[in-house]
């Protein structure tokens, strides 16, 4: 499991094996969890100083994670 704060099993344990089986059945599905996932280590490399961003950029990182993740839960909840 990855170090990385926010990942996809730990926002939503309960639905490890449905987040599987969209991935592996919804094209769409499968792109928001590529995108949640490259945005939410973005974030991570921000908030460690690894590679640091503006506030205001790391801001909006932080609201297309979130909203992304909210499209997620959607789909999971339709599921």
């Known amino acids: 499991m ?16 449905k987040i599987h089986e969209l991935k592996t059945s919804n094209a769409h599905f499968a792109k928001l969890m590529d995108d949640y996932h490259e945005v939410n280590r973005a974030v991570h490399r921000a908030e460690t100083g690894i590679e640091p961003k503006e506030e205001l950029a790391e801001v909006e990182m932080r609201k297309k994670r ?4 909210d ?9």
């Not at 704060?5 to 344990?13: G, K, V």
């Not at 979130?66 to 993740?69: A, G, Q, Y």
């Open 66 to 69: 979130m909203h992304l993740k």
């Open 2 to 17: 990855s170090h990385t704060p926010h990942e996809l099993a730990e926002e939503f344990p309960d639905k490890v094996e």
């Open 71 to 79: 499209e997620i839960a959607s789909m999971l909840a339709k599921a």
